[in-house]
């Protein structure tokens, strides 16, 4: 019965995974290498079902929610104001086009 709910687990944690999109985006420090880019809007996503001994899982899915969101937008750049933590799981930025 152990095995069994391990496998089930396993399995489920696997396919609750996000991934990111193919993307040429570079992540960059600040505003000084976007200032002559064009403001798409803010990014974020997090991951509350991830936490403690999963929270690089929870971690991971959320940076994914977030650079997915900035591929829609069509941005080239982002700057993150939050990196997800083992606490929060939480990744917010803003996405820029810059030519």
């Known amino acids: 019965m152990i095995r069994v709910s391990a496998a089930v687990l396993s399995v489920l944690i696997m396919t609750a995974c996000t991934t990111v999109a193919t993307n040429s985006i570079r992540e ?3 505003q000084q290498s976007v200032k002559n880019c ?3 809007g803010d990014v974020a996503g997090s ?3 991830f936490v403690g001994l999963s929270a690089s899982v929870g971690s991971k899915n959320a940076y994914a929610k977030a650079m997915n969101q900035a ?3 069509g941005a ?3 700057i ?3 990196k997800g933590t083992s606490m929060t799981n939480e990744w917010v930025g803003k996405a820029y086009a810059c030519k």
């Open 76 to 78: 080239t750049d982002v």
């Open 28 to 30: 960059v420090p600040d």
């Open 47 to 49: 991951d509350a079902i």
């Open 38 to 40: 064009k403001l798409l």
């Open 80 to 82: 993150w104001s939050q």
């Open 71 to 73: 591929v829609q937008l």
